[in-house]
């Protein structure tokens, strides 16, 4: 298995995990309407979108996946981005094991997120 099918593989686990909320063709659409963005390294593949809310505007960060190192690998590339977008902050929604590679890059915890099915 190459490095493509690889990430792709994660993605689809990263869909299933954040809930099936969308397909993978969701994503290719998004990304090839601009709608969401896409960066990556060897490792890691991270989906965003922007959002202008009525009061603000932020980076969502939508989507991770690959190894723990390689997706904060992409912190200063997502940071940057939103800055030169004119975004306030960023946002992500994101599995517990996320929480202390986000907060030792400067990542804050706002809110839990509870569910019903």
Same mark, same amino acid.
């Given at each position: 298995?190459?490095?493509?099918?690889?990430?792709?593989?994660?993605?689809?686990?990263?869909?299933?995990?954040?809930?099936?909320?969308?397909?993978?063709?969701?994503?290719?659409?998004?990304?090839?309407?601009?709608?969401?963005?896409?960066?990556?390294? &060897?490792?890691?593949?991270?989906?965003? @979108?922007?959002?202008? $809310?009525? =009061?603000?505007?932020?980076?969502?960060? *939508?989507?991770? +996946?690959?190894?723990? &190192?390689?997706?904060?690998?992409?912190? @200063?590339?997502?940071? $940057?981005? =939103?800055?030169?977008?004119?975004?306030? *902050?960023?946002? +992500?929604?994101?599995?517990?094991?996320?929480?202390?590679?986000?907060?030792?890059?400067?990542?804050?915890?706002?809110?839990?997120?509870?569910?019903?099915?």
């Amino acid at each position: 298995m190459d490095n493509q099918e690889r990430l792709l593989t994660k993605l689809r686990r990263a869909l299933r995990v954040g809930g099936n909320t969308h397909e993978l063709e969701d994503i290719l659409f998004g990304l090839e309407t601009g709608k969401m963005q896409a960066f990556w390294n &060897d490792g890691a593949l991270v989906v965003t @979108e922007i959002v202008q $809310a009525p =009061a603000k505007r932020y980076l969502s960060v *939508f989507l991770a +996946a690959g190894d723990m &190192d390689s997706v904060m690998a992409l912190d @200063e590339k997502l940071k $940057a981005f =939103a800055s030169e977008k004119g975004c306030e *902050f960023g946002r +992500a929604l994101v599995r517990p094991g996320f929480e202390k590679a986000l907060k030792a890059k400067g990542w804050k915890r706002k809110m839990i997120v509870m569910e019903y099915e």
